[in-house]
């Protein structure tokens, strides 16, 4: 599994709202059945098994805000690949919540 | 409300596990009031009143992984910095839902 | 034109350096010629006319790192999507030189 | 020495051009001695002996963009931090093409 955390900023649009862009971009890649998302705060999670998948649902999602009129789009795209172990979006976060609970009274 | 979100890459270590470091990171902000944070698969979202928190905040994280160690850090720090509305972690997130769930049939 | 900046952290080596790396993946695009490429102190800029072929090339620079005998690399990649404007690695920065020299005495 | 990337993404403006806020932000920090700095086709890299002043640094260059009128800026920093060896944001770039160089017939 490689894991990765796609931002979009719209530059140019009258307005500082973006979610509107997300959701957009968030529905282009919903039927895409190899790819997992997850919405976070500050950015949209995806898993997948390939890489190429990955950079296919960003190209979608980059694709998807051009097509709604923005001329210009700023991405940030954390990729973690790792080749020894096989973890989840779920198993991520539970590795670090395990050392944290372990510290209890 | 500013919001930041914070991943920290280790590097010169034996493993390629770096969820110890995350969780004492956590640990070491933890009991600073003025950051509420939520632990995501790809970083650590921050949420505080003023800037200058979270940059306090992200010198405790690269301290205490430094303090681990490890001899170099590499640190994204993604910062949303926004004077025209007072969002939350959880709004942030429900903003764009609700454009995702008007879709319906 | 598209520009993008990647940036490779491999994680569970013996060494701090990451330089031979950045080296082996930068050698490993040179021979594709629809990729130029800049090295700059915090990544390696990326210029092509084709969005598919910068991911093609972080595809590369991935590989690369993991054919090295590194089984996790965190990587950032920042894209420049711009639809309304042809720019190059050149153009970017003096569009920002020519502001800061109009300031002059 | 501690090096960072910083990126600026002024969301609502009416222009797809964003060159203006980086030269405003660049002047803004030009006259603070403890920071030297480089642009680069997709940041401004920061250089300086303590994390703090390039947190200051980045600190004034998103007040800047602010007081230009842009109601939300996003903004990507990157860091370096490194206890084991001094660099410059010449001998990053050097310590990578000493290895390219070294490739030769």
Do not use: C, N, W
């Not at 001329?71 to 919540?97: F, G, N, P, Y």
């Amino acid at each position: 599994m490689i894991h990765a955390e796609i931002s979009i900023y719209p530059i140019g649009t009258d307005s500082t709202s973006i979610s509107i862009y997300i959701a957009r971009a968030i529905e282009a890649i919903s039927d895409f059945k190899e790819i997992r998302y997850q919405l976070t705060p500050m950015g949209t999670v995806l898993e997948s098994d390939k890489i190429e998948k990955i950079f296919e649902a960003s190209k979608i999602i980059i694709d998807t805000v051009h097509r709604m009129g923005v001329k210009r789009v700023e991405v940030i795209l954390k990729i973690d690949s790792r080749t020894d172990k096989d973890q989840t979006i779920e198993s991520k976060v539970s590795a670090v919540t395990k050392y944290l609970e372990s510290k209890g009274p």
